[in-house]
């Protein structure tokens, strides 16, 4: 005989006269989740990168998976076998909408966008990767939809913002050890996948558990390469955002929300050779901030590609440097230099005393800290707090940075832009660079 479902033993009790002490999740209505019930988690992009996501959320009814690619997805497909399983995500939310309650999105970039803000209209709770989308447009749509459905919970992938680290360094930073901060910078080894170089002109067929169509989404076509799929996607300018798109949305996350940078005033980009199609191999952008409030002028400075600052004042001739091989940041004080690795982990200030006074008498904690990326956006969907980065508060903001400093880059040229509009002032660029105008058929926003 068939297990009754929850929601036919409910109709049946209520019917005899029972109550119940918890109320379950369909019958409170959407908004209203009992603490105790388990949310339905549908998730698109379950390999790779989804894989982590997949786990992340893996203490909830994971009921449906969308992936183009079955073979990145196996391991997720045999580790919840329960889990209904989509090529087309956009298939999954047809069928599944009316069980859903949260998404997760873990595709490449250029269909963050697209599948966001599908899973938003659908009433569902949304988590998306970083960043939050490939063009400025899209942020924009995005953070707009998202601040229209207050009750519906939305988090990035930043996994830096939840951490320890980047509260530890915001109090070190507040606590005046390294005086104003006058200079951020920031480096990475990425890129790891190829960029600076042009289209292929061989022709390959994908993998038979491979749906190429799908995996374009909206991007124009093209025919299939291995230069693209299944992981060399994120240096080409039509499905990524390059190193700097990659990786800023970690490393620069400290700066933005320490510093409460907002938009710069000028984006300086110098890189090696440029292509038509793909980001340089490696390039560095400087941003410059205004004063704001009452801490003076910024200027953060962006280098991928193995780039990284001189070996600043305060580290002990013994130590190595760089201090991480992934990448990490420099704050440059009016009273001293602090280090930290690129997502916040780990602050230390490069000063022997200042150091042990700091590890000996830490600062207040006045930042709460967090449960974790996902339990943070996983609990505000169950009706407790709210995420730290949402689409239309820090994250967006902070994506929308990151991408002028990728049109700096992709333009090779200064761009001098109004921090209060985001107005580029001194260049017209291409409208397919910056608005979502090239979407084939079956995809919108």
Not at 27 to 34: E, V
Not at 236 to 260: E, P
């Amino acid at each position: 005989m068939a297990k009754p479902s929850r929601r036919d033993f409910t109709k049946s009790a209520l019917a005899a006269g029972m109550s119940f002490t918890i109320v379950p999740r369909h019958d409170l209505g959407r908004g209203f989740i009992a603490p105790s019930d388990k949310l339905n988690v549908a998730c698109i992009g379950v390999g790779g990168m989804g894989k982590g996501d997949v786990q992340g959320v893996s203490g909830e009814n994971l009921i449906a998976f969308a992936d183009v690619d079955w073979d990145a997805a196996a391991d997720s497909f045999r580790s919840f076998p329960q889990a209904k399983k989509y090529r087309d995500w956009r298939e999954m939310l047809e069928k599944e909408g009316r069980n859903i309650d949260c998404v997760t999105v873990s595709t490449p970039d250029h269909s963050h966008a697209v599948a966001t803000m599908a899973s938003l209209k659908a009433g569902k709770h949304v988590y998306c990767q970083k960043p939050l989308a490939r063009l400025l447009g899209e942020v924009k749509a995005v953070k707009a939809e998202a601040a229209r459905r207050p009750k519906q919970m939305t988090q990035m992938g930043n996994q830096g913002h939840a951490g320890d680290g980047v509260r530890k360094l915001r109090e070190v930073v507040e606590s005046g050890a390294i005086g104003k901060v006058q200079e951020v910078h920031y480096w990475t080894n990425r890129p790891i996948w190829p960029q600076g170089i042009n289209r292929p002109y061989q022709a390959y067929n994908p993998d038979p558990d491979f749906d190429w169509n799908l995996w374009l989404g909206p991007s124009p076509d093209r025919p299939y390469a291995t230069d693209y799929a299944p992981f060399r996607w994120r240096g080409w300018w039509d499905f990524g955002t390059g190193a700097l798109g990659d990786m800023a949305c970690h490393g620069m996350d400290a700066a933005f929300w320490i510093l409460d940078l907002g938009l710069p005033t000028h984006i300086i980009p110098e890189s090696t050779q440029l292509f038509q199609e793909t980001a340089p191999k490696s390039s560095r952008v400087t941003y410059k901030f205004p004063a704001k409030g009452e801490r003076g002028p910024i200027t953060v400075v962006w280098r991928d590609g193995s780039f990284q600052p001189p070996r600043p004042a305060g580290l002990e001739p013994t130590d190595p440097w760089p201090l991480w091989d992934i990448g990490g940041q420099l704050w440059i004080g009016s009273e001293g230099n602090l280090v930290a690795g690129m997502y916040g982990e780990d602050p230390r200030i490069l000063n022997k005393e200042k150091q042990a006074a700091i590890v000996a008498n830490p600062p207040a904690q006045k930042y709460a800290r967090s449960k974790g990326v996902y339990a943070e956006w996983l609990d505000a969907c169950k009706g407790t707090g709210k995420p730290n980065s949402t689409f239309d508060g820090h994250a967006g903001a902070l994506t929308e940075m990151v991408l002028y400093g990728c049109l700096a880059v992709r333009s090779g040229q200064t761009l001098e832009i109004d921090p209060m509009n985001g107005k580029v002032l001194n260049a017209v660029l291409p409208p397919e660079w910056t608005e979502p105008v090239q979407y084939r058929r079956g995809y919108s926003l």
